[in-house]
């Protein structure tokens, strides 16, 4: 069965601290891989999404992701957090449909403070 | 453009009872999710619609649950009886066929089963 993980339940960083949220998925064939973020009070918003070429995706507010195939991984990354980056993060993974469905990791809640 | 509507946003109801959720898409997206979003969890994918099609209701508890989307355009999503484990917070999201942009979410219905 396809699985998402995510190491990660909770977060804590300082500001200005680097970023790393993991995941690994468990599907062998092409995939589609996402980041969504919650802001508190917030509905799930897109923050990147990975479809085929450069491995290396960056998306909005300064987050960026690396597919890595071989190790089934597609990792957050952000330099430098920041006090509004705190919310929850979502990895998601879909088959090579472009309309199937998204199984999702069960998050990880980032905590920045100031 | 207007996002993904959903209503209510909060329901509390008794064990047994049954209630209904609606969704109003991104205009134009012919594709439509319902996630249900235990505490604690990632959404897990219950039913897409493509258009007014069943694409994938493989994870639906069907004895209980039933969605429907009689014109392709918006949908209800309906728990008859709930049950305590039904306590969750259902999404809906939309995609368009055409640019894969990944699924835009709406804000969600808070379901408490008292």
């Known amino acids: 069965a396809q699985s998402v993980s995510q190491h990660n339940h909770h977060v804590i960083l300082s500001e200005a601290a680097s970023l790393e949220l993991g995941c690994n998925y468990s599907?062998?064939?092409?995939?589609?891989l996402f980041w969504y973020v919650q802001y508190p009070g917030q509905h799930l918003q897109l923050l990147l999404k990975y479809f085929s070429g450069d491995p290396l995706v960056k998306g909005i507010k300064g987050f960026e992701a690396e597919f890595i195939k071989s190790k089934f991984s597609f990792n957050l990354r952000k330099p430098s957090v920041q006090w509004s980056d705190t919310a929850e993060y979502f990895c998601?993974?879909?088959?090579?449909?472009?309309?199937?469905?998204?199984?999702f990791g069960r998050g990880t809640q980032l905590t920045v403070w100031p | 453009e207007a996002g993904v509507a959903q209503s209510p946003r909060y329901k509390i109801i008794e064990k047994r009872q049954s209630v209904a959720f609606w969704c109003n898409p991104i205009s134009g997206h012919a594709t439509l999710y319902w996630y249900q979003q235990i505490l604690g969890q990632g959404p897990k994918l219950l039913i897409q619609?493509?258009?007014?099609?069943?694409?994938?209701d493989s994870q639906l508890p069907k004895d209980r649950f039933s969605a429907e989307r009689l014109k392709g355009v918006d949908s209800t999503l309906k728990i008859q009886p709930a049950k305590l484990e039904d306590s969750a917070v259902y999404l809906c999201?939309?995609?368009?066929?055409?640019?894969?942009?990944?699924?835009?979410f709406g804000p969600g219905t808070r379901l408490t089963v008292t």
């Open positions: 599907y062998g064939g092409t995939v589609n």
């Open positions: 619609f493509q258009n007014n099609g069943v694409v994938d």
């Open positions: 999201a939309s995609s368009s066929q055409g640019i894969p942009l990944g699924q835009y």
């Open positions: 998601a993974v879909r088959r090579g449909s472009t309309l199937g469905r998204l199984y």
